[in-house]
């Protein structure tokens, strides 16, 4: 995840340790939080929930680091559920505003 992050205009020049600690601070990575801690801020839709990040952060503690394929598997499937939340609450959000 971390890699991932890292590959976005965001966080491109930051290190893990940074990334980490911006997650740490703040419980997240908010806008607030990439303005305030780390100095950096929003462009375009480089976007990362700060749920998907609590996750993978969790997930790598659980598997002490090691990317099995159960790992992996867990990853995707925790990620799913994150975005498949966000979609539906999205989608709640525009039917209300129709039909208001």
């Known amino acids: 995840m971390l890699a991932l992050l890292q590959q976005t205009c965001e966080y491109s020049d930051f290190s893990e340790a940074q ?13 607030t939080a990439k303005s305030t801690v780390m100095g950096k801020t929003k462009k375009d839709n480089d976007w990362i929930p700060t749920e998907a990040v609590r996750a993978i952060l ?42 208001a």
């Open 58 to 99: 969790k997930i790598r503690d659980d598997f002490k680091g090691v990317m099995s394929e159960f790992c992996i598997s867990q990853i995707l499937y925790d990620l799913n559920a994150i975005w498949r939340n966000l979609m539906r609450k999205e989608n709640d959000a525009i039917k209300k505003r129709l039909t």
């Open 19 to 31: 990334i980490l600690q911006a997650a740490g601070k703040t419980g997240g990575f908010s806008d």
